[in-house]
């Protein structure tokens, strides 16, 4: 969270009790990063984590690699959510959250930009019982930990001056693909969100917020950017498009 001052919150020392975590991990055309998810889930199974792999319709052969994956990841967690058509990134991580069987769930990117492993940095009372949703900020620290695109840096920027213009909201980056809930909340947070692409972020924050109570605790993280984003500049009119969708929903409740 930023604090009054402007800085950010530093991460709590991790727990004695970890806690279990579902992973959701949504997946459009990811089939040359996955091989590096096999390591981080066996050099992690103490844990007892469950990983799950959406596949959203994708058109190159992510499905059959997550099918090969499972053969050796199955009892170490890992499953397979296929959506037949892409939907969008929002639609994938509902399908994700829905399936989640752990107390808490989260989503990263697939291309391990930001590590789901600190999660478990984060687990504390307040997310497990819902009270708490946690996101993740890419805010370049003393320790140089955030490496952006520039082109990248400031598309995001520009969106968020249009979210917090639209909607009111001081978040500083509700896009950052590193956020962290109660399974109970996610799942009835996705039977209320109807936002399938990027922007499904904003709605999810809101939701949670305005008609949830959640507290929004936003937190620096390590951040690195492996390039092959399926973001493109037009992405932007569609996600202010779903902005004014976003604020009509809540102007209703």
């Known amino acids: ?61 992510s499905r059959q690699v997550l099918t090969a ?14 959506l037949p058509q892409n939907r969008g990134k929002g639609a994938a991580v ?5 399936a989640a ?5 989260g989503y990263v990117d697939a291309d391990l930009a930001a590590s789901p492993l600190d999660f478990q940095f984060y687990l504390d009372d307040d997310v497990r019982q819902g009270r708490t949703l946690l996101l993740g900020i890419r805010l370049l620290n003393a320790e ?9 840096h400031a598309l995001g920027r520009i969106y968020q001056t249009l979210f917090s213009w639209c909607l009111g909201s001081t978040i500083y980056d509700s896009q950052c693909g590193f956020k962290l809930l109660a399974s109970a909340k996610a799942k009835a947070l996705a039977a209320e969100m109807r936002c399938d692409g990027f922007a499904f972020d904003a709605e ?36 202010l498009v779903d902005l004014w969708l976003i604020r009509r929903r809540l102007r209703r409740q």
């Open 1 to 61: 969270m930023l604090e009054m001052n402007g800085r950010p919150e530093t991460p709590a020392t991790p727990p004695q009790a970890i806690g279990a975590v579902s992973v959701v991990i949504p997946c459009y055309n990811e089939a040359s990063r996955l091989k590096r998810w096999c390591d981080l889930i066996t050099a992690n199974a103490f844990l007892d984590w469950e990983w799950i792999f959406v596949n959203d319709g994708s058109r190159d052969n």
């Open 69 to 82: 994956m499972a053969w050796d990841l199955e009892s170490y967690g890992m499953r397979i959510v296929d």
């Open 94 to 98: 509902r399908a994700g959250f829905l």
């Open 101 to 105: 069987t752990k107390p808490c769930v």
């Open 144 to 152: 140089g930990l955030v490496q952006r695109n520039f082109f990248r």
């Open 204 to 239: 999810l924050l809101l939701f949670a917020q305005r008609r949830h109570g959640m507290r929004l605790r936003e937190v620096p993280i390590a951040w690195v950017e492996r390039g092959g984003s399926s973001v493109r500049p037009w992405s932007a009119f569609r996600m």
